[in-house]
């Protein structure tokens, strides 16, 4: 049923035990990344390796499961690619979240277990938000 | 325990509940999930509307349609009157002294901006207005805006970690600078009851007027702005068993006739010129263009709908669903209820220990339960309470115990869900 | 003459007569006269509602009614699902480019307040707003209050007897100065069809942005803001046969991103502090407090019924009526016909050299036939053309020959009634 | 039938062939009286005795049979009376069509054939208009 799909065990599992959650209280407040509808905010630090990949991703704040879960996923599958392969994924995983590119998440890895998002257009927020927060962090 | 409360007129809880075509149909969830009933938990977002009301809006657009106030015709002396006759009603419902202290606006929120905007007008830097740390953003984010444009300075009446006003700051709080004070009458986070008495009083003292915002107040208590003498009370149709996309801003008739007007457009003029213009008596001066006349039908049937049930009789098995709600969900394991723990309104917000408030909703939702999860507009406060995220289960007098009891089976459910699924 | 007209679906005239409930009641007037037809010819003042617009409003209070975007629950989706789903139907009606140049107000009156006071609060004295002699005090007083904030300065492109703009005035008009330009598209006073495109391509020949006050044109014609290139649009949902209390002001994005918001409020901002906030992403930025859900339902009813007739066939069907009505109406003794001669909209104002407009429309709606009198919100047009009042029939792709020629018989009794009646 | 009611044959009358009717030219436009909801406006010149009465009344302006007719007939019928008198009237009358007093107009004169207006609400500020000028200028 639709609500399994949601909260699929991988989601339930990240949300419960996030990878790559830290405090990042050095971050200030004001680039905090927050969802207007909801409150909920998600911050995120970004380490690059010497040829310019992203070494390490962080993220801290407060979100539920599925904004929790993709931020804890994003952290792991973004992990050594380059700046603009990962504005590339950040773009293309937030229009098929929106439901306005109809591809799969089948190469995404963990990250296929939310397509069950889709179907709960009020949702999708939750999953983008640390992608955003990512964006933003890059640009 | 079962549900056999019946109301002044005679009508049993089914029976009202029967009047609501919302609560008659099931809900069509996701996924193939078999149609379930609903249990609406949200009122204090929405209520729910009264077939009565619907069919007011309704027989309106089949036989009274027409535009207000300029036309000579059958149809716009019709529309008129239902217009100019819900006006009355509020009037006599909220008892103000006058019929053209009562201007309609689209909802609290507007009510509130055009206060803000024609009222806060002549505010100086320096001048100070007085909130409240626990206000909705309709009666904070307007204040925001007019202190950027005149540079006048907001001060804040705190709240404690109950959700409670810290009333003995208010001595201090309130100078000789201070030219107006805004407070909610109810929260629509904790459910607290502010009082708004003493604090109108002690602004009076000083003669600044004061607002209340009514939002969650007015359908849930009688009110009574001459007894109160509030200068301003903002309340919302929707919220009221009536349509959207109307609202009111009473006003005392000295503190309307000395502001300017907020909108500009038909219906508010005298005459206008190219050169300039005058305005129209009160309250017309204040509705700029086409009203909502659709809007006013239903809002006058919604308050007919209450005087029938009676708003003692509505009161008192509101109280008794509040104080059955809250005495079940303070016993639930993990979860912290938020709010005042005696007297209180039926607006109860809670976070879990294991899931987020989003989840929680969702997974209510599963059940046809529908409560709300976020900040319900009032991140001041949650930030203070150092919570990004709550859920509120609001109640009408369309509630019923066994709703309750199956919100509170479904919470525990939530809990062991989240906690062991995996 | 019978009507016999079948539009584009199939429809025929009395076909689509039928979708109108009001049309298929008898009115009842005052004093014991029996209950006559009713001749609605006050379109231009409000529109009737088809069934479909009526039942769309019901369906939506007994079956999905619930505040929009913060709720999770299965009702607040579908809600949102209604609102937003009414903001793309109307993105696709006028050919915006994106759905989030769609913002919800309540009225065309609300739209064009909102662009003055947001758009507007960064003119300056010597700064200049080019209007028209023949604009609705909409398009007219939120200028004028925003002269007197901002001291900016109106000026008027000037009106012809025949109510037409002396467009060869514009060239002198649009100086240096100008920051903004806001003109009516189609006259609710003269019908006349003004020349917007010109309008616009001098202005954006000086990179001065336009406004088109489409109220009165939104009903009628196809618009594609798009290939007018106007920069704002703004209309009423209920002059487009959809219920009141829901308009729409569309803006290009590059306009609307950098506008300060107009109302604050829920829904409006991203984040707020007790010291201040910041906004949300369009069009949400501009739309404070709960919208009117039911009345967008309502509209994407409207626009779904209007693209099942077609505009084409709607179109067509009306500008027959109009040549109709406008030969006989200047084929009455004693009446003048205000506005062009040529092409025009279905509106027709009128006075007749031995009775006053207010006691035509009383005479007229002893018979049921519905038209207005006055100075329909256009005082400044109607000085310069020194006359007081007019009445005014309106048209709509529900009327027909038939109801044309009644009133023409009417009129001609009336002018009998008035100068022979003593 | 109520029509008729409306426009007895006294009104048409006066409309027709209004009393007291002049060209006030000389009085500024700032001092004209308006119906905002219509756009009709009427002026107002009042002429003293030495005694303090009302001499003579005129009406300029611009109006439908009823504010014409009932300007006309105020005119006739507040002559040689007190100001005190007058505005005493001018209370009455108002209160009088806007259905708040139930007193007839039974000893008002001509004025009478004004009782039908009170079943048109959106009229009776046709038969006020000239009552609230003459107010005006008194005050
Ligand atoms: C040309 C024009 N502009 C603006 C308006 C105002 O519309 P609304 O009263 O719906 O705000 C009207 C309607 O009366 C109109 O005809
Ligand atoms: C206390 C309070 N004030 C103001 C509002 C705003 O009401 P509306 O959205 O109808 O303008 C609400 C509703 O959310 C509220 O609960």
Not at chain 2, 340 to 357: I, K, M, N, Q, W
């Amino acid at each position: 049923m639709a609500f399994d799909d949601l909260y699929q065990e991988i989601i339930l599992d990240h949300a419960k035990h996030p990878r790559n959650k830290e405090n990042l209280d050095f971050i200030s407040d004001d680039e905090i990344h927050e969802n207007p509808t909801c409150g909920d905010s998600v911050k995120i630090a970004v380490d690059f390796s010497k040829d310019g990949k992203l070494e390490r991703v962080r993220f801290d704040g407060d979100g539920c499961a599925i904004s929790t879960s993709s931020a804890s996923m994003m952290t792991e599958i973004v992990e050594g690619k380059s700046k603009e392969a990962v504005l590339n994924m950040i773009k293309s995983f937030i229009l098929i979240m929106r439901n306005e590119d109809e591809s799969s998440l089948e190469d995404w890895g963990d990250l296929i277990a939310l397509e069950g998002v889709i179907k709960y257009p009020l949702r999708v927020k939750c999953a983008t938000l640390p992608w955003h927060a990512l964006e933003n962090a890059l640009l | 325990m079962n549900d056999n409360w019946v109301f002044h007129n005679g009508k049993s809880i089914s029976r009202v509940r029967e009047d609501f075509p919302i609560l008659q149909h099931k809900l069509n969830l996701k996924g193939g999930i078999a149609p379930v009933d609903l249990v609406y938990l949200d009122t204090a977002a929405t209520a729910q509307k009264p077939l009565q009301v619907i069919d007011a809006v309704n027989r309106y657009y089949t036989r009274q349609n027409s535009n207000v106030h300029r036309a000579l015709h059958t149809l716009g002396e019709e529309a008129t009157a239902v217009y100019e006759g819900t006006r009355e009603k509020i009037r006599s419902f909220i008892n103000a002294l006058h019929r053209h202290e009562i201007v309609f606006t689209k909802n609290t929120t507007e009510s509130i901006n055009l206060l803000a905007s024609s009222y806060g007008s002549s505010f100086k830097p320096g001048d100070e207005v007085l909130l409240t740390e626990m206000e909705h953003h309709s009666n904070l984010v307007p204040w925001q805006l007019l202190s950027e444009k005149t540079g006048c300075t907001l001060k804040f009446i705190p709240i404690d970690q109950n959700g409670e006003l810290e009333l003995d700051q208010l001595d201090q709080l309130l100078t000789e600078r201070t030219v107006f004070v805004g407070v909610m009458h109810v929260s629509n986070v904790f459910g607290t009851i502010n009082n708004i008495e003493l604090i109108i009083k002690k602004a009076h003292a000083l003669n600044i007027p004061v607002l209340i915002d009514g939002a969650q107040s007015s359908p849930h208590m009688q009110i009574d702005v001459q007894a109160l003498d509030c200068d301003f009370f903002a309340f919302s149709g929707h919220k009221l068993y009536g349509p959207m996309g109307i609202g009111v801003l009473y006003g005392k008739e000295e503190y309307l006739e000395s502001m300017p007007p907020f909108m500009g457009g038909g219906d508010m003029i005298r005459s206008v010129k190219l050169t300039g213009s005058t305005w129209n008596e009160l309250p017309w001066k204040f509705e700029a263009g086409t009203p909502n006349v659709g809007g006013a039908a239903g809002l006058g049937s919604a308050i007919d709908y209450i005087n029938e049930l009676s708003f003692e009789s509505i009161c008192n098995y509101e109280d008794m669903l509040t104080e059955y709600a809250g005495k079940l969900l303070s016993g639930i394991k993990n979860i912290k209820l938020y709010g005042p723990d005696g007297d209180r309104a039926g607006v109860f917000s809670f976070t879990h220990d294991d899931l987020h408030p989003h989840d929680m909703a969702q997974f209510l939702d599963r059940f046809g339960i529908a409560v709300r999860a976020g900040h319900h507009c009032a991140q001041p406060a949650m930030r203070k309470l150092k919570v990004s995220s709550m859920a509120r289960a609001s109640l009408a007098f369309y509630n019923t115990r066994s709703e309750i009891e199956y919100l509170v089976e479904k919470i525990n459910a939530a809990g062991e869900y989240f906690s062991n699924g995996i």
